[in-house]
């Protein structure tokens, strides 16, 4: 009786012996993948805020810069705050409405056709164009005819941006259903209508969360505003419009490389400061999609 | 078809488009070219990057010739042939590249196909925030902390292999903490989400039936992503992976910090570098003339080979997608 119970044949739930092993070590090998991702990732974030954390102070983020010699404890970095709040705002206020408007004509008007396809095609593309050459050409075309300042800087962000934008609002557009343009059209509204009043309203979670990721990235780059920007200042520029302006990522990319262990705190200070700004970003960024949500699912 | 048309009957028009186009208020027209015109911007600002950076760049190329793809980059006594720039930038990439790509398909292999959607979105949070942190950060980190960390190891490492013929001219002295393969490392970090997140939705096209089909057979999961996922998704990853050079080749900011800041031709990967958006973004303060020319130049070079890159990568990851959704 046992002994017939027990001579069932291979067990099949389970492939046998080495197939077996093979599985299992393809499973950890991904495991270890994800950790050793993370692991610098961690070993980064504790770095600045471990370093960064004891230099914070509103003092810290409102005081004019001072010479690159000076201890920690003198001075902060006030003006670079101001610097890249003012450019990338500028930056979000050009980008992200000519972004949304490319995206509707990718998806309402054009995007079938081969003008569509093409312009699709080519701002896919530009996300892929590295941001040191938003500078150069704003140098070339911007800087060298009317000088550095702080819009230059706005302009190269904005055309790091704008694809980017772009690319999120054309996901988000292609989202809501047609049913919703069909039921507005059924009422006789007209297209410029129904794509203000129905279509953008339903996107308008995914569309904000994807303006502000874009925003966050635009934040710390550093490469468009070393070409158009100058920086080197120590006290704020309230005028975008000219002169040489500071931003965040500037003043950590000049401190960096500096010996003095003051300039050096400085920069991790700085670096906390625009971590911690890119992560308000994105948090507010998931909070408006949750929040949101609900709308694109129809 | 006829009996339709008759049901319809005298509410269409005899000429609906017609009647329709001449009842269209003007601002539903002038919304629509202005949508065009946003749409047609993109093409501009691709456009007038590439003439006006040619055109800064023009000096460069005219006084030096061919001498652009010379070895010696000496701005004092105005020699600038950007050859070493040329092989950094494809020895960081390709650094840069071999170690995100086992990474990126690990864990996008992860998330696809062994941990639950409740797993998932938190794994994918997480390796998002690797590209949230500015590359100037990266730079900040890698040159104060990673840099003076690992050169202990490339110095042990360049002692251990010295005397073996093709190892000691890969990892030999002369070692340093700012090199090549510190700024590969770095750049690896970064490249890791988005090749991460482009080959996870590769693999997420992969239909259902086909993992089904291999598991009904009694495969292994690893079999499975072997006989159904792989032959499904290689040409979307190739892209993905395409996609990952390009960005390692044009991270400026990292790089310059990391990478040692030294204008050679060398097989010795932790010996000190340069690259590309390092050299630009390094010397541009300094530079005017000629000099800043050859940057601008160098820009232009790097602009080309990145805008390739894309054009190649994107053409894969569509035609795979196509493909998928015909599938």
């Known amino acids: ?298 | 078809m006829s009996v339709a048309t008759r049901r319809a009957g005298p509410a269409i028009p005899a000429d609906p488009a017609r009647a329709l186009s001449e009842r269209r208020p003007l601002g539903d027209r002038g919304f629509q070219i202005l949508a065009l015109a946003c749409g047609l911007l993109v093409l501009a600002i691709l456009v007038l990057i590439a003439t006006s950076t040619s055109q800064q760049a023009a000096l460069w190329f005219s006084t030096e010739g061919l001498k652009v793809f010379s070895k010696t980059w000496n701005p004092a006594s105005n020699q600038f042939g950007a050859l070493s720039f040329i092989y950094g930038t494809a020895v960081t990439g390709v650094i840069a590249v071999v170690l995100a790509v086992p990474l990126s398909l690990g864990v996008a292999l992860l998330l696809t196909e062994v941990v639950p959607y409740r797993l998932a979105r938190p794994i994918v949070y997480v390796v998002d925030l690797l590209a949230v942190v500015p590359s100037v950060v990266w730079g900040l980190w890698g040159i104060l902390v990673f840099a003076p960390w690992i050169q202990h190891i490339y110095a042990s490492i360049g002692s251990a292999v010295t005397g073996i013929p093709v190892l000691e001219n890969l990892f030999g002295p002369p070692t340093s903490g700012a090199s090549f393969f510190t700024c590969g490392i770095i750049l690896a970090f970064m490249i890791t989400p988005i090749v991460t997140s482009l080959s996870r939705e590769v693999i997420a096209t992969v239909p259902a039936i086909d993992r089904e089909g291999a598991y009904a057979l009694g495969a292994t999961r690893l079999e499975m992503i072997r006989g159904a996922v792989w032959p499904h998704s290689k040409g979307g990853v190739t892209g993905a992976v395409l996609l990952g050079l390009g960005r390692a080749m044009g991270e400026t900011i990292a790089a310059a910090l990391v990478i040692g800041s030294s204008p050679v031709i060398t097989s010795h990967l932790f010996a000190p570098g340069y690259n590309m958006p390092a050299v630009i973004a390094n010397q541009f303060g300094e530079a005017s003339g000629v000099f800043r020319s050859a940057l601008i130049g160098i820009g232009v070079l790097l602009f080309g080979i990145t805008i390739i890159i894309n054009v190649i990568a994107r053409g894969i990851v569509e035609r795979s997608a196509r493909r998928q959704r015909g599938a």
């Open chain 1, 1 to 298: 009786m046992t002994a017939i119970t027990q001579d069932r044949g291979p067990d099949l739930r389970e492939p046998a012996g080495w197939r077996r092993t093979k599985n299992q070590i393809a499973t950890i090998l991904m495991v270890l993948a994800f950790v050793v991702v993370i692991i610098p990732l961690g070993f980064v974030l504790y770095t600045v805020v471990a370093k960064g954390i004891s230099i914070i102070s509103v003092q810290f983020l409102t005081s004019p810069i001072p010479p690159i010699f000076a201890p920690a404890s003198e001075g902060g970095i006030g003006p670079a705050v101001l610097g890249t709040l003012e450019i990338t705002g500028l930056a979000t206020v050009m980008a992200v409405p000519l972004g949304i408007l490319g995206a509707i004509y990718l998806n309402e008007y054009g995007g079938k056709g081969l003008l569509g396809r093409l312009i699709g095609f080519f701002s896919d593309v530009m996300t892929g164009v590295p941001s040191i050459i938003m500078g150069l050409f704003l140098f070339s075309i911007w800087v060298v005819h009317f000088g550095f300042s702080g819009f230059a800087g706005a302009l190269a962000l904005g055309c790091l941006m704008l694809p980017i934008v772009i690319r999120s609002t054309y996901e988000m557009l292609r989202l809501v259903p047609d049913s919703l343009r069909e039921g507005s059209y059924a009422v006789g509204a007209t297209k410029s209508r129904v794509t203000m009043t129905v279509v953008l309203p339903a996107a308008l979670g995914g569309i904000v969360s994807g303006a502000l990721l874009a925003v966050a990235r635009a934040a710390g780059e550093t490469a468009p505003l070393l070409f158009t920007i100058l920086g080197g200042l120590s006290t704020a520029n309230p005028n975008v419009f000219s002169g040489a302006n500071i931003a965040i990522p500037m003043l950590i990319f000049n401190n960096a490389s500096s010996p003095y262990s003051g300039a050096q705190a400085r920069a991790w200070g700085a670096s906390l400061t625009l971590i911690v700004l890119a992560f308000l970003l994105m948090i507010t960024a998931r909070l408006v999609t949750a929040r949101f949500s609900r709308y694109s699912r129809y």
